[in-house]
């Protein structure tokens, strides 16, 4: 018994640390490039995205080289699934931020919850308890609370935030998805991936940059102080970009958007502390305690049994015997869990 506690222990630690490593880092790229771009004046978000994968594809040629990264395979369809849903996510918000209000932005971020869920349901067979889903829906109303002020929309801005949305749901499912299939690690799939994003990011993020902003990422005033926040940014990115994918890999796509929104807390915590009282009142307090009730809700109910666990597939057209049939379960062709 001793040795499952440590076991337990162990595991329980380790999921501390990537929440941890991820909400820094995303917290800290998010203040980073605030800086960067209200200050310093540099709009151009899919270029910057790519130098990210840029500076992360160095990191895992690195980790290649000390061992890090052992030798996998990942055929070639998958790998452009992945950069596609991944690259139209990266578009699709800078987009829908652009045409939408930033209400109706928040709206659209808070529904990638239940297309995730959506995904595991049809995918993978997931049950959820009824705990698990009022936890889910307490957390969307406490962030909405938060963060959604007015909102407004029109045509085009709904059909990018609904690319947006179904592309990073599916990108984040496809992370999981990889890993468990192919047996890889985080370091391992970022090693397949970082190299096709970087290079379809670089090359067209110029393009999709002038045509959201009318400038040329190459006719920007650099300076050192604004290329010094870019590089931070880039370097920040790397943790970034490899939390999200230990992050994913341990849990899942669900799980990593139901307590990532930790991350708007302590944004709106952080930008009270920087920044004054300005945008804190009554109601983001109470949002926010509403968001944190649910997370930890959350986190109790889909650790139950029967909280959120693999439903048994049925095979109505085969006629087995009875015994056969109270052995039959899903197998699990994609690796999930």
Known sequence: MPPVNTKAERKALLDVGSWLFNITTSVGI?????QLMNYYGFSFATTLTGL???MTTLMTVVLRCMGYIQP?????????????SANFSIVGMNVSLMWNSVGFYQIAKLSMIPVSCVFEVLFDKIGYSRDTKLSIMVVLFGVAI??????????KGFIAAAIAVWSTALQQYYV??????????????????APVQAASLIMAGPLVDYWLTGSRVDSYDYNIYSTFFIILSCLIAVGTNLSQFICIGRFTAVSFQVIGHMKTVLVLVLGFFLFGRQGMNIQVVLGMILAVVGMIWYGNASSKPGGKEKRPFSTPILKVSKGAANGLEDEDVGGKV
């Open 146 to 155: 938060c963060t959604v002020s007015d909102v407004s929309v029109n045509m």
């Open 72 to 84: 996998s395979n990942l055929p070639v369809l998958d790998l452009a699934k992945f950069a596609l």
């Open 30 to 34: 998010i203040m980073v490039n605030k």
């Open 52 to 54: 990210h994968f840029t």
């Open 176 to 193: 999981h998805y990889l890993q468990k299939k192919y047996s890889l690690s985080s370091f391992d799939l970022l090693g397949h991936t």
